[in-house]
């Protein structure tokens, strides 16, 4: 199934899908104690979710396409830092595109981006405001 397929079947569902990721971070918690989402954390997935699912067809592949590497280089070397850090690079992913500006900003840049970069945080500042 393609990544556009896949949005287009989603779209509007994500009610659903957290349901099913809510059984799916059960059974992975295996029952341990404070496994369940906070309310607001469950807002939270379901706007993260939200946010991924309105990504262009390309944004959505690079997301996917750093999953897996990410998987496969726990699974060979036990590391847990590999998925910590996918989870937090996943999150800032979507705090950064549920901001309109940054959204409009990442559409109309060139494919290669020229010049001199600037810190992440000081270009979210600068598009909050």
Same mark, same amino acid.
């Given at each position: 199934m393609t990544i556009e397929n896949f +949005?287009?079947?989603a779209s509007g569902k994500?009610? &659903?899908l957290l349901s099913s990721s809510k059984i799916w971070l059960a059974k992975l918690a295996g029952g341990r104690a &404070? +496994?369940?989402l906070t309310?607001?954390?469950d807002a939270n997935a379901a706007r993260a979710a939200d946010v991924m699912m309105s990504l262009t067809a390309p944004a959505q592949e690079r997301v996917i396409r750093s999953l897996y590497p +990410?998987?496969?280089l726990f699974r060979q070397t036990g590391d847990t830092q590999v998925l910590v850090s996918f989870a937090e690079d996943a999150v800032a992913t979507a705090e950064a595109h549920s901001i309109p500006g940054y959204t409009a900003a990442t559409r109309a840049a060139p494919e290669r981006p020229t010049g001199t &970069?600037?810190?992440l945080e000081e270009v979210l500042s600068e598009l909050r405001r």
């Open positions: +949005a287009r079947r994500t009610e &659903g &404070g +496994a369940t309310e607001a954390n +990410a998987v496969y &970069g600037r810190p």
